[in-house]
């Protein structure tokens, strides 16, 4: 006789992916016995989560306006040489209003503190020794290193300021490399969140994950300092390392999505493959999930063949975007990555909107090369074959 199930589904980590799959689930179906697990006393984290509007479907972004916290009508990039303001609306979310509203909907289906231990596609061990019991069971914990990805990275140090006067910034700034450029491709992004509040954060796409807190931080009071703002309080601080793709090798990362409880969200390779955004493929993700339960019973088994199907599709769809990251990191010189984004900004507007969806069409990707090449020629041909710079990444 099977083992009684405690649960119709378990998730494990309480971050975007998991903290928007349980939120999306307990809303389409309310009776659904499920259990959200998170080690910290708070969802989401300590992070500020952003979007361009033609990111999302129509019905994707109803789904989640009730987790936005602020909106913009467009916003601003600006480089040596060059300065845009681009139309495309962008939206925030702030993590402590999607622990607010994700822990309201949940109740006491979200257990915080949780020690997890152990994960399996049908059971969640915890540090106690009890043994939560599931059909379906899905693994939301976060990036895991692995010999089959090559990987850049995306770091930033962001501290919300208040202001002691307005600080009259109308759009977000998402880059400003006109600032001296170091570590590989720097820049300043700036979101204005109300008259005298506003975050910085001082960014890098980099080869190495490390991060300078403290010189990040002079940074950060030495750009405020510059546009004429006198800091009154830091209200928050936050940081991160997003991985940014270059190469992979497709069959053996995506088989560990048939091995034990599924995988979603960084874990999973469910985020932009050039910017590290992950609110769009965390959303895209969900409501693929949330659907799957409407149609009947969820189980590890059926959740782990959606996502290998949803994975083989974009990590297929997405290989152009990884050849970029190569030429990006392995052709570039790193004082002149900016020089790449600055060509890339004076593209038309719908083409950087289907960019930053993951929606490039094959004129779009023809068009992104054509004309004077933003790296070395040669250099940009030893950064073809992805197979070659996944096998040098893992013998360095």
């Known amino acids: 006789m099977a083992e009684r199930a405690d649960f119709d589904i378990i998730i494990v980590g309480g971050g975007l992916s998991g903290g928007l799959l349980a939120w999306l689930l307990k809303q389409r179906r309310p009776g659904l016995n499920l259990r959200l697990l998170e080690r910290d006393a708070t969802l989401g984290g300590n992070h500020t989560w952003s979007f361009f509007e033609s990111d999302l479907s129509a019905a994707e972004a109803r789904a989640i306006a009730p987790l936005v916290t602020s909106s913009w009508p467009g916003y601003r990039v600006h480089f040596p040489g060059y300065e845009r303001e681009l139309t495309t609306g962008y939206h925030s979310i702030a993590s402590q209003h999607f622990h607010a509203v994700v822990a309201a909907t949940l109740g006491d289906d979200a257990i915080l503190g949780a020690d997890v231990m152990a994960v399996a596609a049908d059971h969640v061990t915890l540090a106690s020794g009890a043994v939560l019991r599931a059909p379906c069971v899905i693994d939301a914990r976060g990036a895991q290193p692995s010999p089959f990805l090559a990987l850049g990275f995306q770091k930033f140090l962001g501290l919300e300021l208040r202001l002691a006067a307005p600080h009259r910034q109308r759009l977000p700034i998402i880059m400003d490399a006109t600032v001296p450029q170091d570590n590989g491709y720097r820049f300043v992004y700036t979101l204005p969140l109300s008259a005298d509040r506003i975050l910085i954060e001082d960014t890098y796409y980099s080869d190495d994950a490390s991060l300078s807190m403290d010189a990040l931080r002079a940074r950060i009071t030495d750009y405020a300092q510059r546009q004429g703002w006198t800091i009154a309080e830091i209200v928050r601080t936050e940081h991160g390392v997003l991985p940014i793709i270059l190469a992979g090798d497709m069959e053996r990362y995506l088989a560990l999505q048939t091995e034990g409880a599924p995988r979603i969200g960084l ?56 050849l970029l990251n190569r030429m990006m990191f392995r052709a570039g010189h790193p004082r002149e990555r900016y020089t790449i984004l600055q060509r890339f900004y004076r593209l038309d507007t719908a083409l950087v909107q289907r960019f930053y969806a993951a929606r490039l069409t094959w004129s779009d990707r023809l068009r992104l090369v054509i004309g004077k090449p933003p790296v070395p020629l040669r250099s940009a041909l030893g950064c073809l074959s992805e197979a070659r710079m996944l096998k040098r990444h893992n013998n360095a």
């Open 267 to 322: 874990a999973a390779a469910f985020f932009h493959p050039t910017t590290g955004y992950s609110l769009p493929d965390a959303t895209h993700v969900a409501m693929l999930l949330a659907d799957h339960a409407e149609a009947g019973a969820l189980t590890s088994a059926g959740v782990s063949a959606r996502l290998l199907a949803h994975a083989k599709t974009i990590w297929r769809e997405r290989g152009y975007f990884r």
